[in-house]
Nanobody, 125 residues
């Protein structure tokens, strides 16, 4: 079992920055891959970024590449998403997820086994 808790969301203006955190407990944090997804009202949950268990390999959606940075601190059992140059279209609930049994498709929600409750990010224009 893995428990995930996101924090750091909020209301910001376009161009601002936010850093999301995802704290994990349960299974050894350094043994599994992690990802961030987001879901806007009326839309499907979409991939944002993913990071391998070691932190050495990262993946990004084209829409956030160059603006967002995913990282993890295995000693603190925490993953982060640094979001810079935020845009109104980044408005969504952001979820962190744990991929315990890798399927090789980090970009799809079904590849992940555990999810946090989500944190709201709202970017005003």
């Amino acid at each position: 079992q893995v428990q995930l808790v996101e924090s750091g969301g909020g209301l910001v203006q376009a161009g601002d920055s936010l850093r999301l955190s995802c704290g994990a407990s349960g299974r050894s944090f350094s043994s599994y891959n992690m990802g961030w997804f987001r879901q806007a009202p009326g839309k499907e949950r979409e991939f944002v970024a993913a990071i391998r268990w070691s932190g050495s390999i990262t993946y990004y959606a084209d829409s956030v590449k160059g603006r967002f940075t995913i990282s993890r601190d295995n000693a603190k059992n925490t993953m982060y998403l640094q979001m810079n140059s935020l845009k109104p279209e980044d408005t969504a609930v952001y979820y962190c997820a744990a991929e315990i049994y890798p399927l090789g498709d980090y970009g799809t929600p079904k590849a992940y086994d555990y999810w946090g409750q989500g944190t709201q990010v709202t970017v005003s224009s």
